[in-house]
């Protein structure tokens, strides 16, 4: 698609507007929440890359999912199936990092969490899309079947 706009449909921009909307309360939330709990602790409960990290991913994840589940994740001109072999890989390689960082004591630096804490955060976000992958392309063959 190089020089070339994808282009969604009136529906599916609606529902990636919402989904952004949604993603938008998310991270107003997380970072009240950031911002809560450094006044408890009186210092920051993370490093910084790693709290930008955990505060950043979330409202992502769900704006990913949310555009996957609402069929509004590519435009209807530009279906492609997503490769399960590789979703698999990147779960299962965040999770060995994010393993790999436990088991060196990585993830706490001077009582702060550390950016390899993130990866099990990755590994969460990758099986979520991967799930909500696999349950949209099972509504659309059910939804496939009906008609």
């Given at each position: ?7 969604y ?18 991270l107003a939330?997380m970072?009240?929440a ?10 920051p409960?993370?490093?910084p ?5 955990i ?7 769900a704006w990913?999912v ?6 509004a994740?590519a ?5 492609q ?9 990147k ?13 060196r ?5 001077n ?11 990755f ?13 949209r392309?099972r509504?659309?063959?059910r939804?496939e079947?009906?008609?």
């Amino acid at each position: 698609m190089s020089g070339e706009k994808r282009k969604y449909d009136e529906r599916q921009a609606l529902s990636r507007a919402r989904a952004g909307q949604m993603a938008f309360w998310i991270l107003a939330a997380m970072v009240s929440a950031n911002c809560l709990l450094r006044e408890i602790l009186g210092r920051p409960w993370a490093t910084p890359f790693a709290e930008e990290v955990i505060l950043i991913l979330p409202p992502l994840i769900a704006w990913r999912v949310r555009c996957i589940w609402t069929d509004a994740d590519a435009p209807l001109h530009d279906r492609q199936r997503r490769s399960l072999g590789l979703d698999i890989a990147k779960i299962v390689t965040s999770l060995l990092l994010g393993i790999q960082g436990i088991r060196r004591g990585l993830t706490a630096e001077n009582g702060m969490l550390t950016e390899e804490c993130a990866w099990l955060l990755f590994a969460l976000g990758f099986g979520a899309i991967l799930i909500a992958s696999a349950l949209r392309r099972r509504k659309d063959a059910r939804e496939e079947a009906e008609e």
